[in-house]
């Protein structure tokens, strides 16, 4: 595993007075947003979170900041392109650093600027994870509960890596429910002010909110699963369902469900997107996405629609369900 060189750790905490921050717009993403407003609260920080091109963000950044400031970028990769353009301000003294779990942005690896770590001693690493302990590596979380903030940085990652399936850990999945029904911003001032009161609980006023929601989604669940259609693709058996919403949720609830398919996709008509599920251990479903300019990880994946995603997903599905 590769970790930020400890020198270049030093020099950048030496200070800056603004902190520029690109991230997902996922649970994972917008965490280590949280982080960075936790961990200098002083500072003027500029952040978004990003679900389409990285790269357009990291160059809009990269030609406002000045030397005095820092970005980062958190839970996505640039291209190599742009990768190599990070590198050459870094060269003329400029203060960037990038934490990533994906596979696919190995290629851009660079431990003086990079921190990308699929898995930390056997336990699968997140982006929240990864940048909250490079903060407490350089103390820039020691204001706040420890146990607060591992408590949040562990469901955190127990959701997005879907441990929590495995373990049990329901407040992992109460808690990235109520990510997607609050809305970034009022979210974002929730786990602060968890935080910052090391509170570890959703509180009552969010509790009868979620039950409720918990039950839309097990009855999106079942509906979806009622109009999923099976289509043998390439020698492989492939659920295909509409769903414009609870990916995870409904992708997992099909695959159990159908225990003999490989993967399942969920398309989403308005959005032009498709998601790809599978289970722990099965079809590693990046592959595919990464062959239509998508990407994220073996189990849970996704990319746009393309003249090829429509004819082999799309089209067949939609045809089987008018025909019926």
Known sequence: MLKLQESFIQELMNG???????????????????????????????????????????KEYMDVMGKEDLLVLTDLSPSLEVAGLIEEKIEEGYKIILFDHHKSAMPIQNPTWTEIVVEQNSILACGTSLYADFLTRSNCLSDYSEAAVETYVELVRSWDTWDWSRTGNLEAKKLNTLFYLIGIK????????????GTCSFGKEYEQVLKLEEKKIEL????????????????????????????SEVGHYILDKR?????????????????????????????IAKTYGGGGHPNASGCGFKEETIEKYVSPYLNRILAA
């Open 259 to 287: 225990a003999h398919l490989d993967y399942v996709v969920l398309i989403n008509l308005e959005k032009r997107t498709i998601s790809l599920r599978s289970s722990d251990g099965g079809r590693d479903v990046q592959t």
């Open 220 to 247: 999106e669940m079942s509906k979806r699963e009622k109009i999923t259609r099976e289509f043998e693709i390439d020698g492989e058996m492939v659920g295909i369902v509409h769903c414009e919403n609870y990916h």
């Open 16 to 58: 800056f007075s603004r902190v520029y921050h690109v991230s997902h717009n996922d649970l994972d993403g917008v965490s280590p947003i949280v982080l960075t407003k936790l961990a200098f609260p002083n500072i003027r920080t500029k952040v978004v979170a990003n679900g389409g091109p990285v790269d357009i963000a990291t």
């Open 186 to 197: 009022e979210y974002i001032a929730f786990v602060m002010e968890r935080v910052e009161t």
